[in-house]
């Protein structure tokens, strides 16, 4: 048997609507928009060992929804060049997530800052 997805335009596996469901539930994911600076902790694994880093930055764009959802964060690395990272909202490498400032913008993307520097983005 198939059940509508969330949208109603296509059929989807009940078995793959209900694990995504359950996946929904068991993460906890704040409110957050474009603009946005968030602080993540990501899982990375090196060879053996496995460790948390921090990864703080600009949302500059949100796309998808349910299982599905992604986001585009921004940062200023090293040597002042721009680092951006896509990451699936409900990613098992993303440990923790904690919204630092709230952004007010007009814009529901923000690609527009990769061109401006300093003060300005």
Request: charged fraction near 30%.
């Amino acid at each position: 048997m198939r059940a509508l997805s969330p949208k109603g335009n296509t059929m989807k596996n009940r078995y793959i609507a209900s694990f995504e469901a359950a996946q929904l539930a068991e993460k906890e994911i704040p409110q957050f928009r474009a603009g946005d600076t968030v602080r993540l902790g990501v899982e990375i694994k090196e060879g053996e060992k496995k460790r948390v880093q921090s990864y703080e930055g600009v949302v500059i764009a949100r796309s998808g929804n349910g299982v599905d959802a992604t986001f585009t964060v921004r940062k200023i690395g090293a040597n002042s060049v721009g680092v951006e990272r896509i990451f699936p909202l409900y990613s098992e490498s993303i440990k923790t997530f904690e919204v630092v400032r709230r952004g007010k913008v007009r814009r529901a993307k923000l690609h527009y800052l990769r061109g401006l520097t300093g003060k300005k983005a």
